[in-house]
Nanobody
Framework: QVHLVESGGGSVQAGGSLKLSCVVS????????MAWFRQAPGKGREGVAA??????TYADSVKGRFTVSEDSAKNTLYLEMNNLKPEDTGIYYC?????????????????????WGQGTQVTVSS
């Protein structure tokens, strides 16, 4: 069993910052691949940032503003979000694949990410 629990969401004004956390419990897998997604109201889910020991990937819309990192000792994935914009509003999810090599071609391939958290809401007002 694997559980992912996100936290750290909230409401901020444009230009503000938030730091999201995703705690992995259960079977944590040493070769895991993890990713952050978001879903804005009325829109599909999109990949934001992905992380494993091989590479880090960012969506173009967040490059230079968001930073993904991991504390492996705490089995926690972070997403530090700076200079937030209203278009960053949405529910943010973390997801995990037990095998990082499967996501070499597309780090945001959803059907290869076996485990998902319940999401945390981020609201950015103008």
């Amino acid at each position: 069993q694997v559980h992912l629990v996100e936290s750290g969401g909230g409401s901020v004004q444009a230009g503000g910052s938030l730091k999201l956390s995703c705690v992995v419990s259960g079977n944590t897998y040493n070769n895991r691949h993890m990713a952050w997604f978001r879903q804005a109201p009325g829109k599909g889910r999109e990949g934001v940032a992905a992380f494993d020991t091989v590479r880090t990937t960012y969506a173009d819309s967040v490059k230079g503003r968001f930073t993904v990192s991991e504390d492996s000792a705490k089995n926690t994935l972070y997403l530090e979000m700076n200079n937030l914009k209203p278009e960053d509003t949405g529910i943010y999810y973390c997801a995990m694949s037990p095998t990082k090599w499967l996501l070499t071609l597309n780090p945001f391939q959803e059907d290869l990410l076996d485990y998902w958290g319940q999401g945390t809401q981020v609201t950015v007002s103008s």
